[in-house]
C-alpha cells in the first residue's frame, strides 16, 4: 500500500488545480483498503469568508450517498423479518393513498429503492439553506398527488420522490426501534449486503459492460468510455451525489477491495467531485492509460460558463416588450394540487417577486 498512498500524494497538485478551475470552496475524500483507511486528504476551506480551512471537524453534507443509508436501514429489518423486501407499501402506510390503483396496490418497497414506481418527480422538493419546505408530517399528502409519467416497472427513473416513500415505509415498520440513535446490530450493523448490492434493474446506457442499479447503489465495470479505459473489467459499485452547496461521490470496487468517498461544500461549475473520484480511482489502480483530467476540468468548465452567455442572448431574443397583463394581475398564492406547496407572487417597486412557502430566503 505504501506505493498507492505515494501515487495518491503526488497527484494533490492537480486536485488543487481542478478544483480552483471548477470554483470549488472545499472538499476532502478517503480511500479505504479492505476496511482499514489508508489515505485521505482535505483542500480549500470549509468558510470562505472566515477562511476557515478544511479540517478534521468539517462537517459535509452527503446529498444522495443517503440512498444506501436506507436501503442499509431496510436491509436490517429484513434481516429481523419485521418486513420483506418485496412488502407492498400500502401494507405499511394505510395513509399511502396514490390515486393510481396499480402503483397504490402493486408498489413494494424494492419498487421505491430500484426507482421503478414510474412517478414523476416535483423539483420544489429540492430547496438550497437547508430549509425543510415540506415537514415529514406532510409530505405524504404531496406524495398522494403525484402522477405516473413512466408505466409502473417499466423502467429506471431517478426519483428521491421513491426514497421518500421507502423512508416512511421503513419508519413505520421500524417503530421506535432507532431512536436513540444506535445502531441495534453493533458487530455487524450492515445486512442483507449482497441483496443490497446486487443488480435489480439496467440503466440505459450505451456501454457493453453493465450499468444498473442495485438498492442504493448504482453498479458498472469499467472499462468506460471516459474513465478507467485500459483497466481489467471489475465491478464498481458507486452512487453521486448532487444539492445545492454540495457536490458528493461514493465508489467500491469490489474485486480490489477499495472504497473511495469524496465530499465537498460547493455546487461547483462541474461535477468536480466525480472527476476527482475517477482520477484516485485510476491512481489507486495504477493505470496504464490515464485520463488528462485536468484538461477534462478545463474543457467542461469553459463549456458550462458558455451556457450562461447563450441563455442570456436566447432570453433576450424572446422576450417580450410588455407583459400579456397588468403586473398586478399576476399577485397571489399559488398552490400544488393537493395544497402542501405555496407560491406567492407580489409586486414590489414595480417587479413581481416569488417568495416559495412563504420562506424570507426564498425570494
Known amino acids: 500500500m505504501e506505493k498507492t498512498v505515494k501515487r495518491l500524494k503526488a497527484v494533490r497538485l492537480t486536485i488543487e488545480e481542478m478544483l480552483a478551475l471548477a470554483r470549488k470552496a472545499g472538499l476532502t475524500y478517503g480511500v479505504v483498503y479492505r476496511v482499514q483507511v489508508i489515505h485521505r486528504d482535505k483542500f480549500g476551506y470549509r468558510d470562505v469568508a472566515e477562511k476557515l480551512p478544511v479540517d478534521e471537524d468539517a462537517v459535509f453534507q452527503v446529498a444522495s450517498l443517503t440512498k444506501n443509508m436506507v436501503a442499509s436501514a431496510v436491509g436490517v429489518l429484513v434481516n ?3 418486513i420483506c423486501w418485496d412488502t407492498p407499501i400500502k401494507n405499511l402506510l394505510p395513509e399511502w393513498n396514490i390515486w393510481d390503483t396499480t402503483v397504490h396496490n402493486l408498489t413494494t418497497i424494492s419498487d421505491c429503492l430500484t426507482r421503478q414506481t414510474g412517478l414523476q418527480m416535483n423539483n420544489y422538493w429540492l430547496q438550497s439553506k437547508n430549509n425543510i419546505v415540506v415537514p415529514r408530517e406532510d ?7 403525484l402522477k405516473p409519467v413512466k408505466p409502473f416497472r417499466g423502467q429506471f427513473q431517478y426519483n428521491n420522490m421513491d426514497y421518500r416513500i421507502a423512508g416512511h415505509a421503513w419508519l413505520k415498520a421500524a417503530k421506535h426501534q432507532f431512536e436513540n440513535y444506535e445502531s441495534t446490530t453493533p458487530d455487524l450493523p450492515l445486512k442483507q449486503v449482497a441483496h443490497i448490492l446486487s443488480s435489480q434493474i439496467p440503466i440505459q446506457s450505451p456501454s457493453y459492460h453493465e450499468i444498473s442499479y442495485g438498492l442504493g447503489f448504482a453498479r458498472t465495470q469499467p472499462p468506460g468510455p471516459t474513465g478507467a479505459k485500459s483497466a481489467p473489467s471489475q465491478l464498481t459499485v458507486y452512487h453521486p451525489g448532487s444539492h445545492p452547496g454540495v457536490l458528493a461521490a461514493l465508489n467500491l470496487i469490489s474485486e480490489s477491495q477499495i472504497g473511495l468517498v469524496i465530499l465537498s461544500n460547493t455546487l461547483a461549475l462541474v461535477d468536480i467531485a466525480d472527476w476527482v473520484g475517477q482520477l484516485l480511482i485510476e ?8 485520463n488528462d483530467y485536468l484538461q477534462i476540468t478545463k474543457d467542461t ?5 458558455s451556457w450562461f452567455s447563450l441563455m442570456y442572448k436566447k432570453l433576450r431574443e424572446n422576450r417580450q416588450s410588455h407583459p400579456p397583463q397588468r403586473l398586478e394581475e399576476y ?28 420562506l424570507p430566503d426564498k425570494v
Open 331 to 358: 399577485i397571489g398564492v399559488y398552490w400544488n394540487a393537493v395544497g402542501t406547496v405555496h407560491i406567492d407572487v407580489c409586486l414590489t417597486e414595480g417587479r413581481l417577486n416569488t417568495i416559495l412557502q412563504g
Open 301 to 305: 468548465v469553459a463549456r458550462a460558463l
Open 283 to 290: 491512481t489507486v489502480l495504477d493505470i496504464p492509460e490515464k
Open 80 to 82: 429481523e423479518g419485521k
Open 139 to 145: 409530505s405524504m399528502e404531496l406524495i398522494n398527488g
